[in-house]
């Protein structure tokens, strides 16, 4: 519960057809089953008690009787269960039979929500035997007090506001208009489904599609729970398909005819603070709803879902592969419309033997490619100084010539040294000063040349760095147009490592993986031994935790006790806790007081979710304060 995850559950009896006894017993059990999992969310089948598969059994009214009692029962049965439980079953009112699921929670019936569209095709018949929901929430009497029985209702934690639940069943999610359209809409964080959808070929894939495409419609959590083994067989079969999904990111799913129970946390505070970023979702309007209040205790969730390492990188080998192409697609038309708007037939990129010159070279080929120019006019400029080692110069060299580039060399030792006695810098003291120097000297020769040639200077700094600071104002950090500024590090490693992996050139493939296995480097400073002194991630951290790090905080805007939470979970055995703290207020500092670099960046295409671009996704002062930010993680040990 605490920081908004909402641990849920979708369990399957394996039913005895109009057994309601048997059938009870076995929810409860599962109920336990899931209580010792802390889940505080439980949803069973659509008419669990008796079975589906009753069909005109359920004009029986003995069936009926013992479906509610047992009802009861389990009401009963759970009082000192802290949960908010659903179970499906036929329920008599109005003079009518209606497909219900039942919300219970310690030991209180505290509302009954009516199925509203009933399946009459093909193997379904259920407008034989059931009526469907009216319009109005309307109240029946449950053992001296009034229960509301309608569509509208809103299940709403008193202890976490975010954590508010509504009902559908099986058949009103395969609709045109789905009641939970109206359920999110009117302030539901998650959606239940108790569901008896039977399988037939390729109806899996389709159900799965469904489920998460409405979950991230909606950006609600969606659990869904469906009938399986001990069903009649008479003329179907169900094969169960337990889910539980948040804005379209399956988190857990049982297998097929297992009658699995499957358990996730729900985030509702990701969900919610979702919503209020999207300006076209609507605000929540309960008219016509029913508010249910229920009570479970916060607590710590166990964490159980898996978050990913590298958020930015599909974890699947095929998806990848076609992210990385599409990636290099969208980098290389953006260019490829600036230079036509600039009417130009020539680009210039500093190339230094790195992973960010590398993949810029790389976009600038194939947005060569799309225009049909020929890549002599592409021109590579490796500007060797202080700390160019001779991996990374010849790196640069073999590159240049496998894409057919043109490759000028300029040493800027001289100009370096003299700008040194200009300013009456001593070169023996490798400060800033000494390291920005040689970056704005590289970037003057860039830019001058470029000037000569009529090229477009492309700009090689990634996200990462631009989220981190980690580059030289007026230096690096300025180009005519940057093809990186929204690729993080930890994206552009992979982007390379695609393109090396599956290009039919044996020696381009050779540079590339050598790059990739070169330690990230700015190269100011002196080589030791003829190797890089200078290791980025030693001085402002590893790229994989701050990627994280940027994803969760710009693109979930989860709060950094929270970030610190997950990030322990996912990189456990790989990084103590303490080194973890220790780069996420590093992370914290460098954002918060590097701002004033990332307000004035050239353009560049943007190519995911996440983008610092202010003219685009990031609005933010540059003098803003990290105090609240960094106070929140004072205190952890």
């Known amino acids: 519960m605490k920081q908004g995850f909402i641990k849920a559950a979708a369990a399957t009896p394996r039913v005895t057809v109009a057994d309601c006894r048997a059938n009870g017993a076995e929810i409860l059990r599962l109920i336990h089953e899931m209580e010792k999992e802390k889940a505080k969310l439980m949803v069973f089948p659509e008419l669990s008690i008796t079975g589906y598969t009753c069909g005109d059994l359920f004009l029986q009214r003995s069936l009926l009787d013992s479906a509610w009692e047992t009802l009861l029962w389990l009401a009963g049965e759970t009082k000192e269960v802290d949960a908010l439980i659903f179970v499906g079953l036929p329920v008599r009112a109005f003079g009518k039979i209606y497909n219900g699921a039942a919300a219970l929670n310690r030991g209180k019936i505290l509302g009954i929500v009516p199925k509203t569209h009933l399946p009459n095709y093909n193997e379904f018949y259920e407008q034989r035997q059931f009526a469907a929901a009216e319009e109005a929430v309307e109240h029946i009497q449950v053992e001296g007090e009034r229960i509301p029985f309608g569509a509208k209702l809103l299940f709403a934690c008193r202890e976490l506001g975010e954590f508010t639940v509504a009902a559908e069943i099986c058949e009103d999610l395969w609709v045109p208009l789905p009641p939970s359209v109206s359920h999110a809409q009117a302030g539901a964080h998650i959606v239940v489904n108790l569901s008896a959808s039977n399988a037939v070929a390729g109806k ?24 399986g083994a001990g069903e009649s067989t008479q003329d179907v079969v169900f094969s169960s398909q337990n889910m539980i999904v948040e804005n379209g990111a399956v988190l857990a799913e049982g297998a097929r005819f297992q009658d699995e129970t499957v358990v996730s946390e729900i985030d509702v505070q990701r969900l919610a603070d979702e919503r209020q970023r999207l300006s076209t979702y609507p ?6 709803y029913v508010r249910v209040p229920f009570d479970v205790k916060i607590e710590e969730t166990v964490l159980t879902r898996e978050f990913s390492e590298n958020p930015f990188v599909p974890a699947k ?13 969208i980098q290389a038309l953006g260019l490829k419309k600036r230079m036509e708007h600039m009417h130009c037939q020539r680009a210039m990129v500093g190339l230094s033997g790195g992973l960010d010159s590398t993949l810029a070279l790389l976009v600038i080929a194939k947005t060569f490619d799309l225009m049909g120019i020929e890549r002599a006019k592409i021109h590579c400029v490796t500007m060797p100084c202080f700390g160019t080692t001779d991996r990374t110069y010849t790196n640069a060299c073999r590159l240049s010539k496998c894409l057919g580039a043109k490759l000028t060399e300029v040493n800027i030792k001289a100009a370096v040294t003299q700008h040194f006695k200009d300013i009456g810098h001593d070169p023996q003291v490798h400060d800033v000063t000494y390291e920005n120097s040689q970056a704005r000297e590289r970037t003057q020769v860039l830019m001058d040349m470029a000037n000569q040639e009529g090229a477009v200077l492309v700009g090689t700094g990634d996200l990462s760095e631009l989220a981190l600071g980690w580059a030289t104002y007026n230096g690096d950090h300025m180009s005519m147009y940057g093809v990186n500024g929204s ?5 552009v490693r992979h982007l390379v490592r695609c393109y090396g992996e599956n290009c039919e050139e044996a020696e381009l493939r050779e540079v590339l993986l050598d790059i990739l296995d070169t330690p990230v480097s700015p ?11 200078q290791k980025t991630e030693d001085l402002v951290g590893p790229y994989e935790l701050h990627d994280f790090f940027i994803y969760y905080m710009l693109r979930a805007g989860f709060s950094p006790k929270k970030i610190y939470r997950i990030a322990c979970r996912t990189f456990a055995g790989i990084y103590e806790k303490e080194v973890i703290l220790k780069w996420l207020k590093s992370f914290y500092r460098r954002f918060f007081a590097q701002q004033f670099k990332r307000s ?6 943007k190519v995911g979710s996440v983008a610092l671009s202010p003219r685009g996704d990031l609005r933010m002062p540059s003098d803003a304060s990290a105090r609240v930010w960094l106070s929140e993680l004072e205190n952890i040990q």
């Open 204 to 227: 899996a894939s389709y159900r799965r599609s469904l489920v998460a495409g409405q979950s991230a419609r909606l950006v609600c959590g969606y659990v869904y729970a469906s009938a």
């Open 283 to 288: 605000a929540a309007r309960q008219e016509g």
């Open 317 to 329: 080998a095929e998806e990848r592969v076609m992210r990385c192409e599409e990636i290099l697609h």
């Open 487 to 491: 690729v993080p590090k930890t994206l």
């Open 523 to 533: 190269e100011l400073l002196p080589p030791k031994d003829g190797e890089i002194a």
């Open 600 to 605: 004035c960046i050239p353009d560049g295409p």
